[in-house]
């Protein structure tokens, strides 16, 4: 095509270069980059992905098959761009690509964010419809957010020939984009696709914020934004999508759907030489209109209808154009590149061709509602014989479709069905402002659209008219699929991978449905096409994860003391989003002699840990001990306040599910711990059954992990390290028992002292308020200098909980364990119900070789076996071989001075004195089944 | 590969569309991949002539066109283990058996583990796998890192790669192509395959289904298999059998089509499981929404969620777009293993519960249910999957070891 020397919606002032496929071509800022490839001549912009075929721009919009290229550079290269949506810039790199996008390694510079936005009305598509929606309920008050793709609004105004009021279009589109500019609550968003429809009028959109200015334009703005728009209406004024036509090779460059040349004609000043217009409906008639106004030869209009009766078509008669009805298209030829010629042109009726020059040939199938976002919420279609195609059934809940989208094509229609759409979302929603009068423009009388969408191949070779123009796929490829004895357009989308390419199908979809129809005389309207889904159009990943990138894909947990631990230079550990201390590794000490370290000192002096990850519900009201006796296997009701408890919860299924320390601060108040792990999980457990299950119980709760910093002062010397920072609490074994819990005071900070222990050991658990766990901490350490306290970290902890036989539930346990299972038999309660009692009466919990927990010492004192290894009988078996077990914990044992652990075997401490092996790639060394636990096996020194 | 050369390997003919037969031997109801493949091992493995299935949509309108293709067989318990190698034995043979180009393609299933916990968990299903004659391997975050160049390893990651097991074995197949081999090699052996034609009833005489109400008639059936995945539910309780399945939307998602630059298929419990295609289009999967639901739909934060998972593993994937988005509905047991076996009414068999895991059970589950409905008991591999395994609490537990961490 060529650029005319005025006119179009560009700046001429700013020319603008650009790389093609390497070479420097150069266009006017308002340019698409289709159509500054087309201003410089570049036909064939890429090649089709099955048979290689040459193809070249086939529309203005959406509809677009073809040009789909790479964008951009380095690490913001982004493939498979649709052309005929980027605007150019000055510098902008783009390719041409062979089938597959291209994705880069290199870091990508550009951010994606994401905003949530609530509106009263949201209006999807910013041409007439959707500006006249927009203006009455903006003027009614009513909270609008409108969106279109196009850097401006107008839509279709934009590239067509229009008179509102008696005015160019233009006029009132500035006037409206004026007038809801000055309204406060209306938010225009340009550049603004809306792509996925979501339940409850969720409707998320992609704007680009920066993709249309030069890439050093930039910096410091967002790539693209995405929006999560939630609406009490909306209103989808999407258009409709001009839709091709099937003939021998149709997929040519210079073919084009009628509306694009008029777009590339108003819009971007392109014009060809010579046209064939080809149509079954009134709109194209535009184009005939329009290009002979700007001086193009119109070779021929072919109207595929017996009869044009319409408005358009009686004016194109009385302008003298010669109109051929009964007329169609029959094959093209094009030069040595495969561009277009010529067109074969023949009486539908049969007869003889002859052939037509011409440099672009403008199709026009019909036009089809745009219903995309409309069917990701299930709604429904229906065929519309007058229109030929398939028109919105009843529109989803709050939701209104409206003028072309709604088959609605003329203006005036468009512009009176906007309004009153506006109009009737905002009065819904009890908005009642000014009124303005709506806009007028004389809509011709439509006639009715042929049905006509195939013409027959006169040497019956349908292998070069294409039905999927972007996947290739040809009339004849779903013959073939008939024959094979498909029938369902599900079907045959999958045996032809119709409707599958990155445009998914658009302009494909409805001539498929009508190919399978017609191939097996099914009516149409049963066959039906493949619906939307979402996106409507293709978003990268990057714009949904926004800005979950990074450190901030998930927020770092991290405790009070978390700064004592950086800078006693602990090795950290992941433990869901926290951050624990795993061990503190003193200069030139690895984790092994760390760890050693750090069990001694909890063993034979003092030493302390942050435990401030564990989770914490604060537990109230009346029915509060009945609510805890149902959720624990073991009784709670009898604890005394001032008393704490080991508990143990299961799921419904009788699974251990996790475990804590129940403490009693009042007759009706509890303060439970959960693990780290299960801090939500249990809190929602608890909301649950209060909620759903019994509601009639008098019981609230509070999740106060984060209201209380902890720290276990541990090991024979703590009482000592302990006393002097408290006052007037006495921490004799007499006055202050294992397992009971005192507020008071220490280190001067108000405090919970409990006597827990998870090592073994004495133990003086302290807790204060969250910001008061630094101080505490500092106060601790300070205080046991003397002793030489020491800081250990979940390594050692893990290593004194195993030697003491405790499980972690969810590594010594797992979803099929009970509480049993685990040795905790003595926690269930009998006399009482609790969640998932009923279970573990099954036939299968009672049995008696179910897997129990046993501790193992290797043969090889200085071998640990590693954790997650399966135990055999015999070590020579073929696989499949009979496992008996598995290893959950295993160490170096400093208190045994060997290696040791626990595993879960079948029998469980029946084995008790068995040899069994833990084959793996290289050997399998042998294990003694033994009693769990290792230390202190009466307990002495945790009461102490 | 050029994109379009596997559509091109459909064959000239795939099936006869009959109308249904007054009767039949064996009347699978459920055309998904489960149905035909059922079907398809009754005739050939137990050469029972007169076999239908009845779909009430089109063959494969379910999970079996919504799902990510991922094929392994390194399930922890001893049970799945056994049934699943089962199951990719069958599909190392079948594109021959079958004589379809399948694409199945065994380039590795390898599972990210990102701290010690999940390090832990994937040591132990290695372990297990291994003793039970599945191949499985431990990377650690370097041998992750040669295995699939484009994860990201650094140490700076907000959850680092630690490692991960690879089950080489493992793999992808091409969904549309099964749905389409196995319906041609049932047709071949005589079955009829009867679309839209939906169950409203069940004849049952003395504790004994006869026969079967559908959309197109009565149709009297010697043995009756079930195969409905999320419908079972309702098509057991027609026969007054109570099936403990809660269905949930499972959302995947495919790219547009891109250069090759996965060469496996990676998975992790961010959340996360991707491969490409031979086509070239990345397809993802996620996590289930967290309800209860028969809506091909799911939530949108689930997607969000899901590309923030990915590009912490896969930065590059960054402007990759995201063309189609759709939820299948898995059926889920309270154990996650399914249920294959037979019911408290006589020749009424039940095969649902795959859950998030049925398209690389396919070609076992039919082999495994053919045999139990031939020979009105289950096979050895299936007797663990029972129905009343609900009521012993022998159960199956396939949820994955639980995520707590101390």
Redesign the interface.
């Given at each position: 095509m060529k650029r005319r020397p005025s006119g179009g919606l560009l700046d001429r002032d700013r020319a603008l270069r650009f790389s093609w496929d390497g070479r420097t071509l150069s266009g006017f800022a308002g340019d698409t980059l289709a159509s500054a490839l087309l201003g410089n001549n570049v036909s064939t912009v890429g090649r089709s992905?099955?048979q290689g075929r040459p193809r070249g721009v086939m529309s203005a919009g959406l509809e677009e098959a073809h040009a789909f290229a790479q964008i951009g550079e380095g690490?913001?290269?982004?493939?498979?761009v649709r052309s005929t949506g980027v605007e150019l810039y000055e510098g902008l790199v783009a390719r041409s690509l062979s089938?597959?996008?291209?994705?880069?390694?290199e870091?990508?510079s550009?951010r994606f964010e994401k905003r949530y936005a609530h509106a009263d009305v949201m209006v999807v598509g910013g041409g007439p419809t959707g500006i006249a929606a927009a203006l009455a309920a903006g003027l009614q008050g009513a909270r609008v957010v409108i969106a279109d793709e196009g850097p401006e609004l107008g839509g279709a105004l934009l590239r067509d020939r229009y008179l509102i009021d008696g005015r160019p279009a233009a006029e009132w589109v500035r006037a409206a984009g004026l007038m809801l500019a000055g309204l406060p609550e209306v938010r225009v968003l340009p550049r603004t696709t809306a792509f996925?429809a979501?339940?409850q009028n969720?409707i998320?959109l992609a704007e680009r914020v920066s993709q249309h200015l030069p890439i050093a334009d930039r910096s410091g703005l967002a790539d693209r934004r995405l929006w999560?728009v939630r609406a009490k209406q909306v209103i989808l004024a999407t258009g409709a999508l001009e839709r091709p036509l099937v003939f021998p090779d149709n997929d040519r460059p210079g073919i084009m759907l009628a509306s694009a040349a008029r777009a590339y004609l108003h819009r971007f000043a392109l014009t060809p030489e010579r046209i064939v217009v080809f149509a079954t409906n009134d709109d194209a008639y535009r184009t005939v209109f329009d290009l002979h106004d700007a001086g193009v030869v119109i070779a021929a209009v072919l109207d595929a209808r017996d009869e044009a009766t319409g408005g358009l078509p009686r004016k194109a008669r009385q302008a003298g154009f010669e109109i051929e009805t009964g007329a169609v298209v029959t094959g093209t030829i094009g030069d040595q590149d495969g561009v277009l010629q010529a067109v074969r042109v023949a009486r539908l009726a049969g007869g003889g061709e002859r052939l037509v020059p011409c440099d672009l040939l403008a199709v026009s199938g019909g036009w089809d509602p745009n219903l995309n976002l409309h069917q990701?919420r299930?709604g429904a279609t229906r065929w519309d014989d007058r229109l030929a195609t398939f028109l919105p059934g009843a529109a989803v809940p709050m939701q209104t479709i409206v003028g072309a989208a709604n088959g609605r094509y003329g203006l005036n229609d468009c512009l009176v069905g906007g309004r009153e759409a506006g109009l009737a979302a905002a009065a819904a929603l009890g908005f009642a402002g000014t009124v303005v009068p709506a806009p007028s423009a004389g809509d011709e009388a439509e006639g009715e659209h042929a049905s006509v969408w195939h013409i027959t191949a006169p040497d019956g070779d349908e292998s070069r008219s294409f039905i999927d123009l972007h996947?290739?796929?040809t009339v004849a490829?779903v013959t073939?699929?008939l024959?094979?004895?498909?029938?369902?357009v599900?079907?045959v989308k999958?045996?032809?991978?119709i409707g599958t390419g990155?445009e998914?199908g658009r302009s494909a979809k409805v001539n498929a449905g009508r190919a399978v129809a017609g191939g097996i005389g099914l009516d149409f309207a049963q066959v039906g096409v493949s619906s939307g889904?979402?996106?409507a159009e293709?978003?990268?990943?990057?714009l949904?994860?926004?800005r979950?990138?990074?450190?901030l894909?998930?927020p770092?947990r991290t405790t009070p003391i978390h700064p004592a631990h950086v800078a006693l230079g602990a090795v950290f550990?992941?433990?869901?989003q926290w951050k624990r201390a795993r061990y503190y590794p003193r200069p030139g000490e690895g984790m092994s002699e760390a760890v050693v370290r750090e069990c001694l000192a909890v063993r034979n002096g003092v030493a302390l840990m942050d435990a401030s990850t564990l989770g914490k519900i604060d537990v109230q009201g009346p029915d509060s001990a009945k609510f805890l006796d149902r959720l624990y296997t073991n009784r709670i009701g009898t604890l005394k306040p001032g008393r704490a408890r080991y508990g143990l919860m299961c799921r419904l299924?009788?699974?251990v599910f996790?475990d804590g320390v129940v403490m009693r601060l009042e007759p009706n108040r509890f303060f439970v711990t959960t693990?780290?792990?299960?801090a939500g999980p249990v809190m929602e457990w608890m909301e649950q059954h209060l909620q759903t299950e019994w509601p009639d119980l008098r019981v609230w709760l509070t999740s106060v992990t984060e209201q209380w910093a902890t720290v276990p002062l541990v090991g024979p010397r703590a009482r000592e390290v302990l006393a002097p920072l408290v006052v007037g609490m006495d921490l004799s074994k007499e006055a202050f028992p294992f397992m009971a819990v005192k507020d008071g005071v220490v280190a001067g900070l108000p405090a919970r002292v409990a006597r827990v222990s998870f090592s073994g050991e004495l133990a003086f658990e302290v807790s204060v308020a969250w910001d008061q766990g630094l101080a505490l901490w500092d106060a601790l350490l300070d205080a046991g200098s003397a002793y030489a306290i020491t800081p250990y970290g979940?390594e050692a902890?893990?290593v004194l909980r195993t030697e003491k036989g405790y499980i972690?539930?969810?590594?010594d346990?797992?979803?099929?364990t009970t509480p049993a299972d685990a040795g905790l038999e003595w926690m269930i309660a009998q006399d009482k119900d609790f969640l998932g009692k009923r279970?573990l009466e099954?036939?299968?919990?009672q049995r008696t070789d179910r897997k129990g927990l046993v501790g193992i010492l290797p043969d090889d004192p200085g071998v640990v076996v590693?954790?997650?290894?399966?135990l055999?009988a015999d070590p020579n078996e073929a696989?499949?071989?009979t496992?008996l077990g598995?290893i959950t914990s295993s160490f170096v044992s400093p208190s045994i001075r060997r290696s040791f652990g626990l595993a879960m075997v079948t029998g469980g401490r029946a084995r008790v004195g068995q040899r069994l092996y833990?084959?793996?790639?290289n050997g399998a060394p042998a294990v003694t089944i033994v009693d769990p636990v290792f230390y202190d096996p009466k307990g002495a020194r945790r009461d102490g | 590969m050029?994109?379009?050369?596997h559509?091109l390997h459909?064959?000239?003919?795939?099936?006869?569309?009959p109308d249904p037969k007054p009767s039949y031997d064996v009347v699978i109801v459920g055309g998904g991949l489960h149905g035909l493949s059922t079907a398809y091992h009754l005739a050939r493995n137990h050469g029972i002539k007169r076999v239908a299935v009845v779909e009430r949509?089109?063959?494969?309108?379910g999970n079996a066109?919504r799902n990510t293709t991922i094929i392994r067989s390194n399930y922890l318990r001893?049970e799945s283990?056994?049934l699943y190698e089962h199951c990719l034995k069958l599909w190392e043979v079948w594109t021959e058996e079958l004589d379809y180009e399948i694409l199945f393609s065994q380039r590795g299933v390898l599972t990210l583990n990102?701290?010690?916990?999940e390090v832990?968990?994937?040591?132990?299903?290695?372990?297990?796998n291994?003793?039970?004659?599945v191949d499985s391997e431990w990377l650690d975050a370097q041998a992750v890192k040669e295995f699939c160049p484009?994860v990201n390893t650094s140490a700076d990651l907000?959850?680092p790669v630690a490692g991960g097991t690879l089950q080489r074995r493992g793999g992808i197949a091409r969904h549309?192509a099964v749905?389409?081999a196995l319906a041609r090699a049932a047709?071949r052996l005589g079955v009829d395959l009867i679309?839209g034609c939906e169950v409203t009833g069940f004849d049952i005489q003395r504790g004994r289904v006869t026969g079967l109400v559908t959309t197109k008639g009565r149709i009297g059936a010697g043995k009756v298999g079930l195969v409905g995945a999320g419908r079972t539910p309702l098509l057991a309780r027609m026969a007054g059998i109570e099936v403990p399945l809660q269905s949930a939307p499972l959302q995947a998602l495919v790219?547009?089509?891109?250069?090759p630059?996965l060469p496996c298929v990676v998975s992790n419990a961010l959340h996360v499981y991707v491969s490409q295609a031979h086509k070239?289009e990345l397809v993802m999967g996620a996590g289930r929404d967290p309800y209860t639901s028969y809506?091909q739909?799911g939530?949108?934060h689930i997607?969000?969620?899901q590309?923030?998972?990915?590009?912490?593993v896969f930065?590059?994937?960054?402007?990759?777009?995201?063309?189609?988005?759709?939820a299948g509905i898995v059926d889920v047991t309270?154990?996650a293993s399914p249920i294959v076996g037979i019911t408290p009414v006589e020749e009424l068999y039940l095969n649902c519960g795959w859950g998030t895991g049925g398209f690389k059970a396919t070609p076992g589950s039919g082999w495994v249910f053919a045999h139990t409905i031939a020979h009105g008991a289950p096979h050895a591999l299936n007797a663990a999957f029972s129905l009343d395994?609900f009521?012993?609490?022998?159960?199956i537990?396939e949820?994955?070891?639980?995520?707590?961490?101390?």
């Open positions: 992905v099955a690490g913001a290269t982004e493939p498979l089938i597959r996008g291209v994705l880069s390694p870091t990508d550009g996925a979501l339940d969720g998320v999560r990701q299930r996947r290739d796929v490829g073939r699929a024959g094979a004895g498909v029938r369902h599900e079907h999958r045996y032809t991978l990155v998914q889904r979402p996106p293709p978003v990268p990943f990057a949904l994860a926004a979950s990138r990074g450190a894909f998930e770092v550990e992941d433990a869901g299924d009788g699974v996790d693990t780290t792990g299960n979940t902890l893990d972690i539930v969810g590594q346990t797992d979803a099929t279970s099954r036939p299968a919990m590693p954790e997650g290894c399966h055999v696989t499949p071989m496992i598995h833990a084959p793996m790639m | 050029h994109p379009n050369e559509a459909n064959p000239e003919f795939l099936w006869r569309n949509g089109w063959l494969g309108n066109v001893d283990a056994a990102h701290n010690l916990h832990r968990e994937g040591h132990r299903g290695m372990y297990s291994q003793l039970n004659g484009i907000r959850y549309d749905v389409f047709d679309q790219s547009d089509i891109v250069e630059m070239g809506a739909r939530s949108f997607l969000e969620d590309m923030a998972a990915a590009l912490q930065p590059i994937f960054g402007r990759v777009h995201l063309l189609r988005t759709w309270p154990d395994r009521e012993t609490g022998a159960l537990d949820h994955g070891a639980s995520v707590a961490v101390h």
